[in-house]
Each structure stands twice: as structure tokens, then as C-alpha cells.
């Protein structure tokens, strides 16, 4: 069995590799992993500067692939300037934008904070979605801007309590989410 670590792992302490070690073996023989190793493993992670270095590798070593903000049907630019204007103000930093290459049910988008990119589901480029399903999964992402994901105590919160309060004040929320729930 080989194994190769990145510069981050291979820098990490020996205790987080052992713990790292743990993890692997006990997933290759499909057990579970022993708790103290996992826990240990992912305050590792978990530290400011290691997902700062971590975020830094990722930016530095890939490319974000999408297909532009022009859609078919939506135009993603026109959609955050409007979003921008209604909702968060000028300051908000515009990433980039896109649609996904492959049409995705599951995954309606994401926000990749190493790359400062929104990529949505090229999925809900369709004339058959309405115009604000596609701006309340854009006003989500956008949210993630605002709200960072937050990490204390050995937990990783996406959606803190801040994000969901502020997610509420999309005005067509409730009609969005119920046409996503019957669409997919």
C-alpha cells in the first residue's frame, strides 16, 4: 500500500498523519473509524491557518471550469447586479459566474471560496424554470458571500443562524423552494 500527501498533510503533525493513517485503513477495510482519530483529524483541519494554506494550494493548483454567465435562457451578470442592488448593496464583491457543464438535479450550484466563483446548475437554465427559482438559488450562493462558513469547537457550520435569517428576506422564498421540491 503507497500513499502520497500533499504538502499540507506532509507538514501536518505526526499525531493528525497517524490520525490520517486511521482513516484510511479503517475505511479500506470498511470499518469505522476509531473516534478520537477522526476528531483529532478534523480540528486539524479545522485550524485558521491550515484552511487558509489549504484554500491557497487549491486557488494556486486548479482552474475553475463553467461555461460563462450567459445562459440559454438566464443570464447569470444581469441576475447578481439585480440581486446585488435589491438585496446585499454595492460593496458585495462580484465573483465569477457561471453555469455547471453537466445538468445536475442534486447539486443546483456552490460557491468555491479559493476560486471566488458561483457556478449554478446549467439544469436550471431551462425556459420551463421560472425566473425566481433561478435568482433564489443565485440569492442563496450569493448569501455565502456574506456568511462564510463558520468553524468552532471541531464543527463546520454552512448555514449559521445569521445566513438563515437573511436567507428569509428573498421575497418569493417560499414559492421558490416549493417549485424546486416538486421539479426535482
Request: aromatic share 10%.
Amino acid at each position: 500500500l503507497e500513499v502520497r500527501l500533499s504538502e499540507l498533510m506532509a507538514a501536518a503533525p505526526a499525531t493528525v498523519r497517524e490520525a490520517l493513517a486511521w482513516i484510511l485503513l479503517s475505511r479500506l477495510f470498511r470499518q469505522a473509524p476509531p473516534e478520537h482519530w477522526v476528531r483529532h483529524y478534523r480540528q486539524y483541519l479545522h485550524r485558521k491557518e491550515v484552511r487558509r494554506t489549504h484554500q491557497a494550494l487549491r486557488a494556486a493548483r486548479s482552474r475553475k471550469r463553467h461555461c460563462g454567465p450567459k445562459g440559454r435562457v438566464y443570464d447569470l451578470d444581469v441576475l447578481f447586479e439585480e440581486l446585488r442592488e435589491r438585496y446585499f448593496g454595492p460593496l458585495m464583491a462580484k465573483p465569477a459566474l457561471g453555469w455547471s457543464g453537466r445538468l445536475s438535479r442534486t447539486l443546483l450550484g456552490h460557491y468555491d471560496h479559493a476560486h471566488h466563483a458561483i457556478v449554478l446548475s446549467s439544469w436550471l437554465d431551462r425556459a420551463e424554470v421560472p425566473r425566481h427559482v433561478v435568482e433564489y438559488v443565485l440569492f442563496h450562493k450569493m448569501l455565502h458571500l456574506k456568511h462564510p462558513v463558520e468553524h468552532g469547537g471541531g464543527r463546520r457550520t454552512v448555514h449559521g443562524r445569521a445566513f438563515r435569517e437573511e436567507e428569509r428576506r428573498f421575497e418569493r422564498l417560499a414559492e421558490a423552494k416549493a417549485w424546486l421540491k416538486t421539479a426535482r
